[in-house]
T-cell receptor
Framework: AQKVTQAQTEISVVEKEDVTLDCVYE???????LFWYKQPPSGELVFLIR????DEQNEISGRYSWNFQKSTSSFNFTITASQVVDSAVYFC???????????????WGLGTSLAVNP | GAGVSQSPRYKVAKRGQDVALRCDPI?????LFWYQQALGQGPEFLTY????????KSGLPSDRFFAERPEGSVSTLKIQRTQQEDSAVYLC????????????FGPGTRLTVT
């Protein structure tokens, strides 16, 4: 069965620290997609990144970077030089591909609540 | 451009009442999803539409839950005879077309059943 585990329930850091949010997934499929979403206190989920299972290149976007390792089934997210505005709940999600006959639903982790303190 | 909108943002219902939650997806988005998010939890899938066709309703928790998207744009999630355990945030998301496109979420409707 598909499953996403975010072992860190809450993380608290001081501004400018680097922080890594862990995501470990389980799937029986060889083709799948992984996502990260941010949910700030306002409640609206914001898309951050989508990664195809065939693309193991790490990605950097400003202060955000993602490390995808199929060997350990992990898709970790690092925020460099964290800021107070980064405070939010971050969700990792797994999606099966349409061609597998599924209906594109996302399997979500429980989220990691990040607090960045000034 | 306009994002996904949901109304109402907050709804308080007495147990046993029926409620209707509305979602306006991004114009042109083919796929529409409903999720339920309990406090401190991740979103849980409820149902999925491709245009007006409801392709998956496996996540609906009971036959009190019903969703429709009759013209392939606006969608309504209806909950009949609400129960306290229905209290949650109901999220709507839309995506452009392709499988596994990123989903764009609305702000959610917070339902409280008293």
């Amino acid at each position: 069965a598909q499953k996403v585990t975010q072992a860190q329930t809450e993380i608290s850091v001081v501004e400018k620290e680097d922080v890594t949010l862990d995501c470990v997934y389980e799937t029986r499929d060889t083709t799948y997609y992984l996502f990260w979403y941010k949910q700030p206190p306002s409640g609206e989920l914001v898309f951050l990144i989508r990664r195809n299972s065939f693309d193991e290149q790490n990605e950097i976007s400003g202060r955000y970077s993602w490390n995808f390792q199929k060997s350990t089934s992990s898709f970790n997210f690092t925020i460099t030089a964290s800021q107070v505005v980064d405070s939010a709940v971050y969700f990792c999600a797994l999606s099966e591909p349409y061609n597998a006959g599924n209906n594109r639903k996302l399997i979500w982790g429980l989220g990691t609540s990040l607090a960045v303190n000034p | 451009g306009a994002g996904v909108s949901q109304s109402p943002r907050y709804k308080v219902a007495k147990r046993g009442q029926d409620v209707a939650l509305r979602c306006d997806p991004i114009s042109g988005h083919v796929s529409l999803f409903w999720y339920q998010q309990a406090l401190g939890q991740g979103p849980e899938f409820l149902t999925y539409f491709q245009n007006e066709a409801q392709l998956d309703k496996s996540g609906l928790p009971s036959d009190r839950f019903f969703a429709e998207r009759p013209e392939g744009s606006v969608s309504t999630l209806k909950i009949q005879r609400t129960q306290q355990e229905d209290s949650a945030v109901y999220l709507c998301a839309s995506s452009l077309e392709q499988a596994n496109d990123e989903q764009y979420f609305g702000p959610g409707t917070r339902l409280t059943v008293t």
